[in-house]
């Protein structure tokens, strides 16, 4: 006896709708950005790529339009995670599973390889005989002909992503005389399987049994968020009906099952709302279709809301003796309530973390400091009583110029700063190249003190092309506190 059933295959039906034209377009849109995205320039001036988006692990730095991300902002990072989490959240407490029907690219590559595979092989029923029937000669060319185009759209799908790591046109020029290395090769071979598979075989699957986020949505979803529904009081009972018979008795159900042979994972959404829907609207679709050719109203599977629903049942026992005389009265969609606690908080949560990362990118500096005190020896006292310190500074040039710098200090009386490097470097002059970190070892002394311990001092660091920055508060100055031991 078999414990576990086998997964079935699904061929859904093709439909035409509203639904089907919005993720239609939703498909072009999406991959066309996907695709084209790598290729867009963008001019940084000299000494920095000139690809509008673009990941450079050699660099260590990401590139987005105008913005470019350091290592040492890693924060802002974790505050597009933050606001794609949110996001998230925030269209599926609106709208449910809007995300997995028309925008998750497990979804829209599906949607590509079902095309193809419906191009070639034919519609459903066509499909579904060939699969059932022997390998004949036009089973071989059209199987070949499938899974070549799958394995074209998942190389140029690897390829793709590739290029958001590396500069599009040499990668391609490589590509195209043979001449790329073999990590590069790896990820584009390993990214092509991946698709093939994922978008060719596992299909629903991914959604059913990998996906994470069909798990934990019901937490997401409350009685005014927008899901696909059946209205079983206009609906039931369902069962055939023939053109001219009377409706009194039958719902407008016609139990055609249309809305099962479209749907993607293979549902029946008059079972109601099931973990695997992913609100794609097909049956919505289907079943309009349906009501069209039986001369009923639209929305007997609708997008609506349990709060809807409800209102909508208590409606139907009010209109039962008239809709069950014509036959085609139903109860009118209620208004959605869009503002609630949930999308409030969300909301707040977007703009907040939106409003400080806008602050951060607008306000960021363009030169950080960093000082490390010498630890061996802490001090040294010379022959003249006075007390040396070392320390090892940094400073990191995030603008795209060369640039030389001043460094001074405070909290310290007569003071002296001495730079330890090769060449004419200078406190007045340390020279840091553009987008880049220059290190230097600078050294401070002080007369003899009668007083011992450690005492704080303050590294402010400024711009020689603009002297009046000296306070470390401007994007091309920087400050940094440390202590001075004697």
């Given at each position: 006896?078999?414990?576990?059933?086998?997964?079935?295959?699904?061929?859904?039906?093709?439909?035409k709708?509203?639904?089907?034209?919005?993720?239609?377009?939703?498909?072009?849109?999406l991959?066309?950005?996907?695709y084209?995205?790598?290729?867009?320039?963008?001019?940084?001036?000299?000494?920095?790529?000139?690809?509008?988006?673009?990941?450079?692990?050699?660099?260590?730095?990401?590139?987005f339009?105008?913005?470019?991300?350091?290592?040492?902002?890693?924060?802002?990072?974790?505050?597009v995670?933050?606001?794609?989490?949110?996001?998230?959240?925030?269209?599926?407490a609106l709208?449910?599973?809007?995300?997995?029907?028309?925008?998750c690219?497990?979804?829209?590559w599906?949607?590509?390889?079902?095309?193809?595979?419906?191009?070639?092989?034919?519609?459903r029923?066509?499909?579904?005989?060939?699969?059932?029937?022997?390998?004949?000669?036009?089973?071989?060319?059209?199987?070949?002909?499938?899974?070549?185009?799958?394995?074209?759209i998942?190389?140029?799908t690897?390829?793709?992503?590739?290029?958001?790591?590396n500069?599009?046109?040499?990668?391609?020029s490589?590509?195209?005389?043979?001449?790329?290395?073999?990590?590069?090769?790896?990820?584009i071979?390993?990214l092509?399987?991946?698709?093939?598979?994922m978008?060719?075989?596992?299909?629903?699957?991914?959604?059913t049994?990998?996906?994470?986020y069909?798990?934990?949505q019901?937490?997401?979803?409350d009685k005014?968020?927008?899901?696909?529904?059946?209205?079983?009081?206009?609906?039931?009972?369902?069962?055939?009906?023939?053109?001219?018979?009377?409706?009194?008795?039958?719902?407008?159900?016609?139990?055609?099952?249309?809305?099962?042979?479209?749907?993607?994972?293979?549902i029946?959404?008059?079972?109601?709302?099931?973990?695997?829907?992913?609100s794609?609207?097909?049956c919505?679709?289907?079943?309009?279709?349906?009501?069209?050719?039986?001369e009923?109203?639209r929305?007997?599977?609708?997008?609506?809301?349990?709060?809807?629903?409800?209102?909508?049942?208590?409606?139907?026992?009010?209109?039962?003796?008239?809709?069950?005389?014509?036959?085609?009265?139903?109860?009118p969609?209620?208004?959605?309530?869009?503002?609630?606690?949930?999308?409030?908080?969300y909301?707040?949560?977007?703009?907040?973390?939106?409003?400080?990362?806008?602050?951060?990118?607008?306000?960021r500096?363009?030169?950080e400091?960093?000082v490390?005190?010498a630890?061996?020896p802490?001090?040294?006292?010379?022959?003249?009583?006075?007390?040396?310190?070392?320390?090892?500074?940094?400073?990191?040039?995030?603008?795209?110029?060369?640039?030389?710098?001043?460094i001074?200090?405070?909290?310290?009386?007569?003071?002296r700063?001495?730079?330890?490097?090769?060449?004419?470097?200078?406190?007045?002059?340390?020279?840091?190249?553009?987008?880049?970190v220059a290190?230097?070892?600078?050294?401070?002394?002080?007369?003899e003190?009668?007083?011992?311990?450690?005492?704080?001092?303050?590294?402010?660091?400024?711009?020689?092309?603009?002297?009046?920055?000296?306070?470390?508060?401007?994007?091309?100055?920087?400050?940094?506190?440390?202590?001075?031991?004697?």
């Amino acid at each position: 006896m078999s414990l576990f059933e086998t997964a079935r295959k699904i061929y859904p039906r093709r439909v035409k709708g509203t639904f089907r034209s919005l993720k239609w377009l939703s498909m072009i849109v999406l991959l066309g950005i996907y695709y084209a995205a790598p290729w867009l320039r963008w001019d940084r001036g000299p000494h920095v790529p000139d690809q509008a988006i673009l990941v450079d692990l050699v660099g260590q730095r990401g590139y987005f339009f105008g913005i470019e991300i350091w290592p040492q902002e890693v924060y802002l990072l974790v505050g597009v995670l933050i606001l794609a989490a949110i996001g998230l959240f925030f269209a599926t407490a609106l709208l449910g599973r809007v995300w997995c029907g028309y925008a998750c690219p497990q979804t829209v590559w599906t949607d590509l390889f079902v095309w193809v595979e419906r191009f070639v092989q034919g519609d459903r029923n066509a499909r579904r005989k060939l699969d059932e029937s022997a390998w004949t000669l036009e089973k071989l060319w059209k199987k070949t002909l499938t899974h070549l185009i799958w394995l074209l759209i998942g190389a140029v799908t690897g390829g793709a992503w590739v290029f958001y790591f590396n500069d599009a046109p040499t990668l391609f020029s490589d590509l195209w005389h043979l001449d790329v290395s073999w990590s590069v090769l790896g990820w584009i071979i390993a990214l092509t399987l991946s698709t093939y598979f994922m978008a060719g075989f596992a299909r629903e699957n991914v959604c059913t049994y990998m996906c994470p986020y069909a798990r934990f949505q019901s937490a997401m979803f409350d009685k005014d968020t927008l899901i696909i529904t059946y209205e079983a009081e206009r609906g039931e009972p369902r069962g055939k009906h023939k053109k001219g018979e009377s409706w009194d008795g039958k719902g407008h159900c016609i139990d055609c099952d249309s809305c099962v042979i479209v749907c993607p994972m293979g549902i029946d959404i008059r079972d109601g709302l099931q973990m695997q829907c992913i609100s794609c609207g097909l049956c919505i679709d289907a079943c309009n279709s349906v009501m069209d050719k039986i001369e009923l109203p639209r929305g007997l599977i609708r997008y609506d809301t349990e709060s809807n629903q409800r209102q909508r049942r208590d409606g139907y026992r009010t209109l039962d003796i008239a809709h069950r005389q014509s036959g085609k009265t139903v109860v009118p969609p209620q208004k959605m309530r869009w503002v609630r606690p949930r999308t409030v908080a969300y909301a707040l949560i977007l703009s907040t973390v939106g409003s400080l990362m806008l602050t951060a990118i607008v306000l960021r500096p363009m030169t950080e400091l960093t000082v490390n005190h010498a630890r061996a020896p802490q001090f040294v006292r010379l022959s003249d009583g006075s007390v040396r310190n070392n320390y090892q500074i940094k400073i990191l040039n995030k603008s795209h110029d060369d640039r030389a710098y001043r460094i001074s200090t405070q909290g310290l009386s007569q003071a002296r700063l001495e730079v330890l490097a090769a060449g004419d470097e200078t406190v007045e002059t340390l020279h840091v190249p553009a987008n880049s970190v220059a290190s230097f070892r600078v050294r401070v002394d002080t007369p003899e003190a009668t007083a011992h311990g450690r005492s704080d001092i303050r590294f402010l660091l400024s711009d020689t092309r603009n002297p009046a920055q000296n306070s470390g508060n401007t994007p091309e100055s920087a400050r940094h506190d440390s202590y001075f031991i004697r």
